[in-house]
DNA sequence: AAATACCACAACCGCCAGTAG
DNA sequence: CCTACTGGCGGTTGTGGTATT
């Protein structure tokens, strides 16, 4: 019994976001909050699939993303998680509050993986590279199990980070500060803690500092400039947003 | 200046898990 | 208990922008 698809593609608008359609589903989600999504689009006045509405503003509109590159400190705790978790990638995104699932993905994929590769890092595995052909040549090639195999016999902090690359140019090693242990013991209470709301200072290259935020989207003004653009009044944006945010598990 | 190659990221697709009826 | 439905996740693709030749 085949499944329904989420939507039936006649008369549903594809493709990239206009300005005006995000200001829709923007004011929509803003004035009633998230309800079913497969009913968003019809509420809203949009010609999009309920899925396509929720991945719009799961990965672009939502008031608390951060916007802007990935800081150092940032790139090394997805590496640090990946090796744990795997390409568990919403796991992950859930310990780096204001980026998105989405995000984390494709920056794996264009940044961080050739730049493991570059340092010999199989970034599958996250073993060195000569280690991992001589395994890989026997057995599995998934690295879906092979992370499995790292959670559960535990090779934490086995990222054995080059500390000669060149590639540390593009920002600090944050193993000048802090030991391995505590990197470890760090990474092990971002696993525990469900909404730790780390705030990671940009600009400040010394590693990743945790602060408590008011407001997990400070940095990000563009967002309310965004908003303003829109014509929308950044204060009932956040007084609204703060409690849809709140209300949602993982919104 | 034009053509081509490469890169980054937004968006889509298909599958899965949870759950209401 | 079974079925259908929804939301969410991870993999993949398409497209626009930038760099290189």
């Not at 509420?43 to 396509?52: P, V």
């Not at 992370?147 to 980070?161: H, I, R, V, Y």
């Not at 500092?209 to 908003?227: F, G, M, N």
Request: negative net charge.
């Amino acid at each position: 019994m085949g499944r329904k698809p989420c939507c039936d593609k006649q008369g549903v608008k594809r493709g990239p976001w206009t300005a005006e359609e995000d200001k829709k589903l923007i004011s929509f989600i803003l004035t009633h909050g998230r309800c079913c999504w497969r009913a968003v689009p019809k509420l809203a006045g949009l010609l999009r699939c309920g899925k396509s509405c929720r991945l719009r503003w799961t990965n672009y509109l939502r008031p608390d993303l951060k916007r802007g590159l990935l800081t150092a400190a940032e790139e090394e705790l997805i590496i640090d998680l990946h090796a744990k978790l795997g390409n568990r990638w919403s796991k992950i995104a859930a310990k780096l509050p204001g980026r998105t699932d989405n995000e984390i993905k494709n920056h794996w994929n264009t940044h961080i993986r050739k730049k493991l590769v570059k340092m010999g890092i199989d970034p599958a595995t996250h073993q060195p590279l000569a280690n991992t052909k001589a395994a890989t040549t026997g057995s599995a090639k998934s690295s879906d199990t092979g992370d499995e195999q790292n959670l559960k016999e535990g090779s934490p902090g086995d990222m054995a980070m080059p500390t000669d690359s060149s590639e540390q140019s593009s920002g600090p090693d944050p193993s000048t500060n802090a030991s391995d242990q505590d990197q470890d013991l760090l990474v092990n209470w971002l696993l525990e803690a469900e909404e730790p709301w780390l705030n990671f200072t940009s600009g400040n290259d010394d590693g990743l500092s945790i602060v408590s935020a008011p407001l997990p989207w400070d940095d990000a003004t563009d967002w309310l400039l965004d908003y303003q653009d829109f014509g929308m009044d950044s204060s009932n944006l956040i007084n609204n947003s703060t409690v849809h945010s709140s209300n949602g598990s993982n919104l």
